[in-house]
């Protein structure tokens, strides 16, 4: 879209997920018709994909915040369903946007604390809202596709890693050496962007031949509290705060594969600030387990996103 007499005024609702940011459309959206939750998606990514930039990128967002636009479920057994984006593009499931999303119904009183069913464009997720800021979700099957590839990055030397779905696809770099901690955020960051490059330009993909698009090293939560502490690296080159709902699914999947951690047994996933998440898993048909996570989301605003024909920034400043 890039009409030039083009205006709009956007409803949205800020909220963190154990620190990383969720922007949840609640109205002004565009409308995607009412086909799946994937064929909505590939509408919102061919046709307006000026409103997805609009709505997260600066000068109104952040690299680091992602958005989900609210819309109504195909599944009439589903309370809400949600399409998920970033500063680049589209995202099959949010762990921590899922739990913000359930904070923001509960905040503008759509539900009360509950049980409720979820729809995404990979699947639906279960979710429970326990009080105001704590929600439990259970995500969408998770499973390892392939254990201990090895991939050699350019300047930095081999690496091994899994690469497994949670909703996401996922690298997770085993015996990292580098250290996971905030003050270290910027080595991090130029690691795992050199690993994301190298696993694209060798050929390294998930089931499918699909993109890898998110690397995970972990290192101890000791110092946190946790069984682990990871740093996950998302699309678009900004890091996620929080622990990350589907790379902990991801987790948990090699983890139950390598059998390192049984069904029904906690494992607490901090992320680089420290907070953490809660999880155990439960087994699914063949290959796969169902991770059920656990966090807390806090409302940060209330407002209106505001798109102005004469702004020469109104679709946001795009990567």
Not at 169 to 183: G, Q, Y
Request: glycine letters at 12%.
């Amino acid at each position: 879209m890039s009409n030039a007499s083009f205006s709009a005024e956007i409803e949205v609702i800020d909220s963190h997920t154990e620190g990383e940011p969720t922007r949840i459309v609640l109205a002004g959206g565009p409308d995607l018709g009412s086909g799946s939750l994937a064929e909505r998606r590939e509408i919102f990514r061919q046709r307006f994909d000026t409103i997805r930039s609009a709505i997260v990128n600066e000068p109104r967002g952040s690299d680091v915040l992602v958005g989900g636009l609210l819309v109504e479920p195909h599944d009439p057994h589903c309370e809400a369903a949600v399409i998920f984006f970033n500063n680049v593009g589209y995202l099959g499931m949010c762990g921590h946007g899922m739990i913000g999303l359930l904070v923001t119904l509960g905040h503008i009183g759509r539900i009360i604390p509950g049980k409720y069913r979820i729809e995404t464009p990979v699947g639906i997720v279960a979710a429970t809202l326990h009080d105001h800021s704590r929600v439990t979700i259970v995500n969408v099957p998770a499973f390892r596709y392939r254990a201990s590839v090895a991939v050699d990055v350019p300047d930095y030397g081999r690496v091994e890693g899994d690469i497994a779905w949670g909703g996401n696809w996922f690298f997770l770099v085993k015996n990292s050496s580098e250290r996971i901690s905030l003050d270290n955020a910027p080595r991090l960051t130029t690691v795992t962007l050199m690993i994301d490059s190298a696993l694209a330009d060798q050929g390294i993909t998930g089931e499918g031949g699909a993109r890898i698009d998110h690397v995970e090293l972990f290192g101890s939560g000791a110092a946190v509290g946790a069984d682990s502490q990871n740093f996950v690296m998302c699309p678009g080159g900004a890091y996620d705060r929080s622990p990350c709902g589907t790379g902990t699914s991801a987790k948990l999947a090699c983890l139950a594969a390598d059998g390192m951690l049984a069904p029904g047994q906690v494992w607490r996933q901090a992320g680089i600030l420290g907070s953490v998440f809660e999880t155990y898993y439960e087994r699914d048909a063949g290959r796969a387990i169902v991770p059920h996570i656990s966090g807390r989301a806090f409302i940060c605003a209330h407002s209106r996103i505001l798109i102005q024909a004469d702004d020469p920034f109104r679709f946001g400043i795009r990567k």
